[in-house]
């Protein structure tokens, strides 16, 4: 006869019925994810829509300092990091990230018509070089062709990249910044430039303080709002002579923004078996509560029955 504490048991089931809709729902978010990629139609840079587009090509630095994975100090045009230390508990041990991080550098995607430049704020990377190696210290001193032993080091260090020239497919929401800024816009760069003018006090008086009695009047004032307007009227103009420019970023409506180097069907593959994995779970936390709710009605049933026989 099923038997079972009552608090250990409506527990439990409720553990599983949680799981059981978690995994459902995981479920088709990766049916989704799979979905996306294998119908939205790979663009040509040069004539992409605004919008919503899938970009494939290879990625590529921009002009400028370059890109630096933290840990093993290799050029790259993305990185994330995570350095995990070993915690024991008797015979039992795990591993608990002490740093972490991820880059938001902007680089390039180019193909045979164009480039685009990609922030990878927020976005799903997945990369195709991964590199694990262990050490003694919470920064590695030594790459990973000279590492530490996975059984006994205490430290794990873990870093993902994108390599200029690698191959990458991105989906993300497409657009084309030109040099013209609305009004709003410049007021809004004019503010900006006011307020960082305020932080050296020093510096403000000695360009607008024509009396020289250490505060701006109303005069003074508009003459460095002025100022500061026909510099920004200046950077606009220069901005304004130069070639539009294509970025990929994460999408305001809420869909996803995927960045990866691995080919498209095995991304596609991989989210596959990610739903498969989370609807199987489903099943089993589904029929696990219901198969605990049987089996405690049918021994409440039995309980009852034996209590009513004289």
């Given at each position: ?49 605004q919008g919503y587009v ?146 050296n006090q020093a510096e ?68 596959q078996l990610w739903a ?35």
């Open positions: 006869m099923y038997t079972a504490d009552p608090g250990n048991f409506w527990f439990w089931v409720i553990v599983l019925c949680v799981l059981a809709a978690v995994a459902l729902i995981a479920g088709f978010v990766f049916l989704l994810r799979a979905w996306t990629v294998e119908n939205v139609p790979v663009s040509p840079i040069r004539s992409a829509a899938k970009l494939e090509g290879h990625a590529d630095l921009m002009s400028g300092p370059p890109i630096i994975a933290p840990l093993t100090q290799s050029r790259c045009t993305w990185w994330s990091f995570r350095v995990e230390e070993r915690v024991r508990s008797g015979r039992n041990q795990s591993w608990r990230t002490v740093n972490q991080g991820i880059s938001d550098d902007l680089f390039l995607i180019c193909d045979a018509t164009g480039q685009c430049v990609v922030d990878p704020t927020q976005a799903e990377v997945i990369p195709a070089t991964r590199t694990v190696w262990y050490g003694d210290e919470p920064q590695p001193l030594r790459g990973p062709q000279v590492s530490g032993f996975a059984l006994t080091s205490p430290y794990r260090y873990v870093e993902e990249l994108i390599a200029p020239r690698e191959f990458i497919f991105a989906l993300g929401f497409f657009r084309t910044q030109t040099g013209d800024a609305g009004a709003l816009a410049i007021n809004q760069e004019v503010a900006q430039l006011l307020h960082d003018w305020k932080q403000l008086l000695r360009r607008f303080d024509n009396d020289h009695d250490g505060q701006l009047n109303d005069q003074e004032w508009e003459a460095a709002r002025e100022a500061a307007r026909a510099q920004v009227l200046a950077q606009e103009q220069q901005v304004a002579q130069r070639a539009p420019t294509n970025v990929l970023a994460k999408p305001q409506d809420g869909r996803r923004f995927i960045i990866s180097t691995r080919q498209e069907t095995q991304v596609i593959r991989r989210f498969a994995a989370c609807l199987l779970t489903f099943v089993i936390a589904g029929a696990a509560a219901g198969y605990m709710i049987t089996q405690h009605n049918r021994a409440a049933a039995a309980n009852a029955t034996s209590s009513a026989q004289p």
